[in-house]
Protein backbone atom coordinates (compact mmCIF):
# COMPACT_ATOMS: atom_id res chain seq x y z
CA UNK A 1 0.00 0.00 0.00
CA UNK A 2 3.14 2.45 0.68
CA UNK A 3 4.37 1.89 -2.98
CA UNK A 4 0.94 2.85 -4.46
CA UNK A 5 0.46 5.62 -2.34
CA UNK A 6 4.53 6.73 -2.80
CA UNK A 7 3.73 5.99 -6.91
CA UNK A 8 0.75 7.97 -7.06
CA UNK A 9 1.93 10.95 -4.86
CA UNK A 10 5.62 11.41 -7.70
CA UNK A 11 2.69 11.38 -10.54
CA UNK A 12 1.18 14.29 -8.62
CA UNK A 13 4.47 16.20 -7.99
CA UNK A 14 5.29 15.40 -11.43
CA UNK A 15 2.27 17.03 -12.24
CA UNK A 16 2.95 20.44 -10.10
CA UNK A 17 0.74 19.55 -7.71
CA UNK A 18 2.91 19.18 -4.32
CA UNK A 19 0.02 20.40 -2.38
CA UNK A 20 -2.00 17.25 -2.98
CA UNK A 21 1.03 15.00 -3.08
CA UNK A 22 2.27 16.01 0.16
CA UNK A 23 -0.54 14.25 2.23
CA UNK A 24 0.25 10.94 0.55
CA UNK A 25 3.96 10.88 0.96
CA UNK A 26 3.33 11.30 4.36
CA UNK A 27 0.44 8.70 4.72
CA UNK A 28 2.56 5.95 3.01
CA UNK A 29 5.40 7.37 5.65
CA UNK A 30 3.17 6.26 8.21
CA UNK A 31 2.29 3.19 6.97
CA UNK A 32 5.82 2.23 5.68
CA UNK A 33 6.84 2.85 10.19
CA UNK A 34 3.98 0.35 11.06
CA UNK A 35 5.91 -2.14 8.60
CA UNK A 36 9.02 -1.96 9.19
CA UNK A 37 11.75 -1.94 12.15
CA UNK A 38 13.29 1.42 13.35
CA UNK A 39 16.49 1.61 11.41
CA UNK A 40 15.62 -0.56 8.50
CA UNK A 41 17.59 1.23 5.46
CA UNK A 42 14.30 0.87 3.16
CA UNK A 43 12.89 3.40 5.90
CA UNK A 44 15.09 5.89 4.84
CA UNK A 45 13.91 5.83 1.90
CA UNK A 46 10.30 6.36 2.88
CA UNK A 47 11.66 9.41 5.05
CA UNK A 48 13.26 11.13 1.58
CA UNK A 49 9.84 10.87 0.18
CA UNK A 50 8.50 13.67 2.55
CA UNK A 51 11.36 15.67 1.52
CA UNK A 52 10.70 15.36 -2.38
CA UNK A 53 6.91 15.54 -2.08
CA UNK A 54 7.25 18.70 0.05
CA UNK A 55 5.69 21.87 -1.32
CA UNK A 56 9.10 23.77 -0.87
CA UNK A 57 7.59 26.94 -0.88
CA UNK A 58 6.20 26.49 2.25
CA UNK A 59 6.98 25.78 5.68
CA UNK A 60 8.33 22.22 4.49
CA UNK A 61 11.86 22.10 4.86
CA UNK A 62 11.60 23.07 8.47
CA UNK A 63 8.90 20.41 8.63
CA UNK A 64 11.14 18.04 6.69
CA UNK A 65 14.56 18.56 8.55
CA UNK A 66 14.05 15.74 11.74
CA UNK A 67 12.61 12.97 8.83
CA UNK A 68 15.75 13.74 6.62
CA UNK A 69 18.10 13.53 9.95
CA UNK A 70 16.35 10.81 10.63
CA UNK A 71 17.46 9.26 7.34
CA UNK A 72 20.92 10.49 7.70
CA UNK A 73 21.38 8.31 10.70
CA UNK A 74 20.06 5.32 9.14
CA UNK A 75 21.79 5.44 6.52
CA UNK A 76 25.52 6.47 8.02
CA UNK A 77 25.03 2.60 9.04
CA UNK A 78 25.95 1.83 5.30
CA UNK A 79 28.90 0.71 4.64
CA UNK A 80 31.87 3.66 3.85
CA UNK A 81 31.32 4.44 0.23
CA UNK A 82 27.87 3.63 -0.03
CA UNK A 83 26.28 6.18 -2.66
CA UNK A 84 22.74 6.06 -0.40
CA UNK A 85 24.82 8.05 2.79
CA UNK A 86 26.15 11.15 0.53
CA UNK A 87 22.68 11.60 -0.99
CA UNK A 88 20.56 11.66 1.99
CA UNK A 89 22.76 14.22 3.49
CA UNK A 90 22.51 15.82 0.18
CA UNK A 91 18.96 16.22 0.53
CA UNK A 92 19.36 17.18 4.00
CA UNK A 93 21.47 19.88 3.02
CA UNK A 94 18.86 20.94 0.68
CA UNK A 95 16.10 21.12 3.54
CA UNK A 96 18.83 23.29 5.38
CA UNK A 97 19.43 25.80 2.89
CA UNK A 98 15.17 25.86 2.11
CA UNK A 99 15.31 27.49 5.56
CA UNK A 100 18.57 29.51 4.75
CA UNK A 101 21.02 27.80 7.28
CA UNK A 102 23.27 27.65 4.31
CA UNK A 103 26.52 27.32 6.67
CA UNK A 104 25.20 23.98 8.21
CA UNK A 105 24.07 23.23 4.59
CA UNK A 106 27.19 23.64 3.04
CA UNK A 107 29.40 20.51 3.86
CA UNK A 108 26.45 18.10 3.24
CA UNK A 109 25.57 19.52 -0.28
CA UNK A 110 29.58 20.51 -1.55
CA UNK A 111 31.02 16.98 0.11
CA UNK A 112 28.19 15.20 -1.43
CA UNK A 113 28.91 15.47 -4.90
CA UNK A 114 32.31 14.44 -5.25
CA UNK A 115 30.94 11.38 -3.13
CA UNK A 116 28.49 10.37 -5.38
CA UNK A 117 30.36 11.42 -9.18
CA UNK A 118 33.06 8.59 -7.84
CA UNK A 119 30.59 6.09 -6.84
CA UNK A 120 29.73 3.83 -9.87
CA UNK A 121 27.04 2.61 -8.57
CA UNK A 122 25.37 6.08 -7.79
CA UNK A 123 22.45 6.52 -10.57
CA UNK A 124 23.18 9.12 -12.50
CA UNK A 125 19.71 11.37 -11.85
CA UNK A 126 20.64 11.56 -8.52
CA UNK A 127 24.60 12.46 -9.27
CA UNK A 128 22.89 15.23 -11.50
CA UNK A 129 20.59 16.32 -8.69
CA UNK A 130 23.73 16.91 -6.31
CA UNK A 131 25.27 19.17 -8.50
CA UNK A 132 21.92 20.84 -8.87
CA UNK A 133 21.79 21.28 -5.26
CA UNK A 134 24.94 22.33 -4.82
CA UNK A 135 24.55 25.54 -7.59
CA UNK A 136 21.02 26.36 -6.06
CA UNK A 137 22.30 26.48 -2.67
CA UNK A 138 25.12 28.97 -3.77
CA UNK A 139 22.28 30.74 -5.83
CA UNK A 140 20.21 31.35 -2.75
CA UNK A 141 22.98 32.08 -0.61
CA UNK A 142 23.89 34.99 -2.87
CA UNK A 143 20.19 35.76 -3.38
CA UNK A 144 19.83 36.10 0.08
CA UNK A 145 22.57 38.56 0.25
CA UNK A 146 24.23 36.75 3.71
CA UNK A 147 28.10 36.74 4.39
CA UNK A 148 30.02 33.47 3.20
CA UNK A 149 33.78 32.88 2.41
CA UNK A 150 34.81 32.90 -0.99
CA UNK A 151 34.44 30.01 -3.01
CA UNK A 152 37.11 27.83 -3.66
CA UNK A 153 38.41 28.43 0.01
CA UNK A 154 38.29 24.76 1.80
CA UNK A 155 36.04 24.45 5.06
CA UNK A 156 39.01 22.98 6.68
CA UNK A 157 41.06 26.58 6.39
CA UNK A 158 38.26 28.88 6.43
CA UNK A 159 38.29 31.10 9.22
CA UNK A 160 41.93 30.17 10.08
CA UNK A 161 43.29 33.78 7.79
CA UNK A 162 45.32 30.70 5.65
CA UNK A 163 44.50 30.42 1.97
CA UNK A 164 43.69 26.65 0.73
Do not use: C
Not at 30 to 36: K, N, P
Not at 63 to 77: D, Q, S, T
Not at 138 to 156: C, M
Amino acid sequence: MARIGNNLAGVLRDQGKPAEAEPIYREALAIDRRLRPPGDPRLAFALHRAWLGADRSSTAPAEVEPLLREAVAIREKLPPGDWRRPYSRMLLGSALAGQKKFRDAEPLAVDGYPAMAANKDTPSQWTRQSLQNVVRLYEAWDAAGAERRPRGTSRAVAGTGRGP
